[in-house]
């Protein structure tokens, strides 16, 4: 009795290939599909039910919950995460929940609702503690953050991410290596442990590394959001006491476009008048007038590697690890180079 | 024995409420909570696998094949079907496919992998015919687009979107309203039987009806993508060989962002050279400068309209309907009043 393997082999293909055609799945090239049916017809193999079944069994439901909604930095991470799932034969179920929402106890209700396998958490929090994640029982990758607040055994935790803090604090120093000294921050909060408290805590280190004072009146918080409807609200908002500063730097590039939206309306030029810099590199600030200078997160492999880690532990063939992507800063249009005071 | 429905009378909340509680669900007040508890302590109330049941028996899989990735336009419309589906008790399950993908196909496959109560197809093509559709026998609508150039009977199929051909020509009319007479398209295709080619058709009616010419020359198409980068690279090849307009309709926003930046880069200022007019209304082309004038959908109607007429036909309340939802033209900045000529 010719098995799945056999076909596989005989056909020159991967047996994930051999499923795929067995299920008549669309994403099979013409050609891999051509071969596997003529081993089949050569061979006059019936597909039967303990095949099917193992195919089957191999289908199943991994979670998806996305925390703090229409982030457009989430679009092709949440893509890049949907396609290799499937590629493994597995089916992602989303669910997205608002950003002061609670993704563990989501995360633990949807696990025994869905019946999942695994979860990943995008944009969650970085102050976990072990009674919290003890709600999850299957195996579990925070993408986009980790831990680094918390007090998780690493151990007993999985997560990709960059390094925000080290992030932040490299695109800060764009600015001062072109003279800023008056620079601005735009954030959700200071202590939410979320992302922004690590990316304003890079903020806070780069200027301490270059003896800035660190202005308080020129941190802008919009409190819980990342949202750009917000960012644009409370700059605007901010801009009306103080534009005392010659840079912004947004902890996002979607909070950036809503800053620049303000700066404009309040008659500033960018970078004339104030440069910007973010972190993302979500695809429209490439487009957008003048391109924004951001700390690019590679948004591709921080999904691909997500999903390798979790399907790794729930297949037995990996255990908890952090893994640190690094950013690339991509020189856009929105930093003046100042002229150095004498 | 008290069931669901009397908890939920007692406690003045609805029965899907009383559910959300015994599932220990995060998306319910902490007032309705608090409510249905006390009943619950009250009459002793031990909920029974029959009531458990009822509610899992709804909690079933809706799928959503979204064609085009990366369409930041449908990230919105996503968001929306998830919240529906999720306050009815569903659970979506997403597939993204390529843009030349065949969406029937593979809604044809998930509906028997996922066991599908139901399907919602996103951005998919307007020439349908009955043969291809028998493929999927669960329920399904079509959200964002309409079977406009195809063969199917209107009792047949659901959908619920714009007109796009009446949108374009609108779109188009607020260029010619504001004087301008050399008025270029930037589109996917002419005839690709996709929301481009109603677009397309729209922009000829315009044209027509106010007896301007229709210069192919002036018709820059990216053949099969509505990305921006592609409508970015289009629009900078296009210049290359003529610029003889003064105003440019694109199909979709996020086209329009990528053709303006090749126009700038070109040296002409939008709205002063060339003004900008476009379809959709996504989020970050209210923050652009100038900001896009544009012909808003409806996206969170467009999502929970779908759902809606999706799940009274799944629970046998409804019938198959075509539903056209209105636009509305947002003023942004991008398109400039000429001069009349004499």
Redesign the interface.
Known sequence: MLTIKDIARLAGVSVSTVSRVL????DVSEESRRRVRAVIEEENYIPNNTARDLV?IR?EAIGLIVRG??N?FY??II?AI??AL?RAGY???????GFA??EI??G??MQR??RLRGIIFLGGRSNYAPEELARVTVPFVFCAYTNSCGTLDPTAYSSVSICDEDAACTAVNELIRSGHRCIAALIADTDDSSISQLRYQGYCRALAEHDLPLRPELVFSTGDSFA??DA?RVMAASLKRTDDFTALFAIAD?MA??A??AL?EHGLDIPGDVSVVAIDGI??SE???P?LSTLCQPKEELGTKSVELLLGMIEGRGAHAQVTLPTTFRAGASIRKLAKRS
Chains 1, 2 share one sequence.
Do not use: C, F, W
Not at 23 to 26: G, I, K, L, V, Y
């Open positions: 299920n008549e799945r669309p089957r289908s909604e229409q457009p679009t092709d893509h949907e396609r499937d089916t992602m179920v989303m669910r997205q929940i929402d609670d106890g989501a633990a209700v609702e869905k750009i409807e644009y979607d476009l809503g620049m939206r404009r695809t429209v487009y957008v007038h391109m």
